[in-house]
């Protein structure tokens, strides 16, 4: 099995701050990596794929980069909804998600 | 528009059997490279997979669950079952399903989940 290391656990940040999550799989997984991004609540919403294609509809400040076993998702300027959780995926075998991302307010 | 929702019990007690199903429209599981999985977050935990169901009728199962899971797709191709036999209290949880189309196999479309709580 492929496991996903996502760190920070939590974040802290504030409106306008540029933060970056980051993702470790156990090998590589060439770049089937995607993010999600999960409201309170509600189900998850895929932003990134492929280490770095936006999803249609996702705003410009969410980046993502890296190949192999390590990955990044970008925010280049947090906006009040962007306060949420964000999770890691790999789909390179089966599908694994890392253990989530709570990015709230400083 | 593309849509997906989850149905099923809300409470199943410890050893039972957990039917769930998925209605879905805006899109076809016939379709080539069209796939449906289900998609488990426990209470406060993180997201963890657990099937998928092809376009071409293969299954694949999350190693964990294999033996306790069944997923099938009914004659319409507009729902799937899945079924969970043997259930436990940890398997309490919000179930999601959601779309997938190879060869992104990304899940881009999600339904809003069913809450299902094993417990006697």
């Known amino acids: 099995d492929i496991q996903m290391t996502q760190s920070p656990s939590t974040l802290s940040a504030s409106v306008g701050d540029r933060v970056t999550i980051t993702c470790r799989a156990s090998q590589s997984i060439s770049n089937k990596l995607a993010w999600y991004q999960q409201k309170p609540g509600k189900a998850p919403r895929l932003l990134i794929y492929?280490?770095?294609t936006v999803e249609r509809g996702v705003p410009s400040r969410f980046r993502g980069s890296g190949s192999g076993t390590e990955f990044t998702l970008t925010i280049t300027s947090l906006q009040p909804d962007d306060f949420v959780t964000y999770y890691c995926q790999q789909y390179n075998s089966f599908w694994t998600f890392g253990q989530g991302t709570k990015v709230d307010i400083k | 528009q593309i849509t997906l929702r989850e149905s099923g019990p809300t409470l199943v007690q410890p050893t039972q059997t957990l039917t769930l199903t998925c209605s879905f429209s805006g899109f076809t599981l016939g379709t080539t490279g069209v796939t449906v999985g289900w998609i488990r977050q426990s209470p406060g935990k993180a997201l963890e997979w657990i099937a998928l169901l092809r376009w071409d009728d293969d299954k694949q199962y999350s190693p964990s669950l294999k033996s306790r899971l069944t997923f099938s797709k009914d004659t319409s191709q507009s729902q799937v079952v899945l079924t969970m036999t043997n259930v436990d209290p940890l398997d309490t949880g919000t179930y999601y399903c959601a779309r997938a189309v190879i060869p992104a196999s990304t899940f881009d479309f999600w339904g809003p989940g069913t809450l299902v709580t094993v417990s006697s």
């Open positions: 492929k280490a770095s």
